[in-house]
């Protein structure tokens, strides 16, 4: 139980285009959301916690207009970057806490963007 | 043994072996905390968890021990295989309604056969 999934896996994009990445909790309804970004050999940096049907918190020094979250439902957040740059290239992962006063979070298998 | 620098902190052992992977949490008024593994290019994976009102606790071939006076975190992996090996990270719970978690350095744990 408790499977997160992400789509796509890897994806390829041309500087100034929007990518969608879409996270799943497939068996479970997961009233929290969170997104993460990774750099290679670092930790996870929390970008933003997501709850369903509401707006999305950001943490301090990230560009809510540049990563537009949206929780439509208790199965689905999607992270949109937005006229991306080199820079946004990166491992994106997001999480689903399982339920009420649950403190574990089930991670996708990330999503690798490359923007060019 | 275990190094600590610029990049991520490094352990290597020998297979069968037993690792301890520590960590060093900030904020003393955390409630939780969680191991997690990570493998190259993937998520993170669950691996054990502890609430702060616990000082150990026990899973298949891992334990977790929490010294909340130190604020200190390790995870001890018994007959460690090639298949432990990967980057491990603490993270904790600092509270809120959120129950957002943040997350340490991690280490590098290679195990070789």
């Known amino acids: 139980g408790a499977v997160v999934s992400q789509h796509p896996s890897r994806v390829i994009c041309k500087s100034g285009t929007s990518v969608k990445i879409e996270c799943r909790s497939l068996?479970?309804?997961?009233?929290?959301m969170f997104w993460y970004r990774q750099f290679p050999k670092k930790s996870l940096m929390l970008m933003a916690t997501?709850?369903?049907?509401?707006?999305?918190?950001?943490e301090q020094g990230v560009e809510k207009d540049k990563f537009l979250i949206n929780h439509a439902s208790l199965t689905l957040s999607t992270l949109t970057v937005t006229s991306a740059h080199p820079e946004d290239s990166s491992f994106y992962i997001c999480?689903?806490?399982?339920?009420?006063?649950?403190?574990?979070?089930?991670f996708g298998p990330g999503t690798r963007l490359t923007v060019t | 043994g275990e190094s600590v620098g610029l990049h991520l902190p490094t352990l290597s052992v020998q297979e069968g072996d037993n690792s301890i992977i520590n960590c060093a949490y900030s904020n003393s008024a955390s409630d939780y905390f969680i191991w997690y593994k990570q493998e190259s290019g993937k998520g993170p994976q669950f691996i054990i968890d502890i609430r702060s009102n616990m000082d150990k606790r026990q899973g298949q071939r891992v334990t977790v021990l929490l010294n909340k006076t130190v604020k200190h975190l390790s995870l001890q992996i018994a007959a460690t295989q090639p298949g432990d090996s990967a980057v491990y990270f603490c993270?904790?719970?600092?509270?809120?309604?959120?129950?957002?978690?943040?997350f340490g350095k991690g280490t590098l744990l290679t195990v070789n056969p």
């Open positions: 997501s709850n369903e049907g509401s707006k999305a918190t950001y």
């Open positions: 068996d479970f309804q997961a009233t929290t």
């Open positions: 999480s689903a806490r399982v339920g009420t006063g649950a403190y574990e979070q089930y």
């Open positions: 993270a904790e719970n600092s509270g809120g309604s959120n129950y957002k978690l943040t």
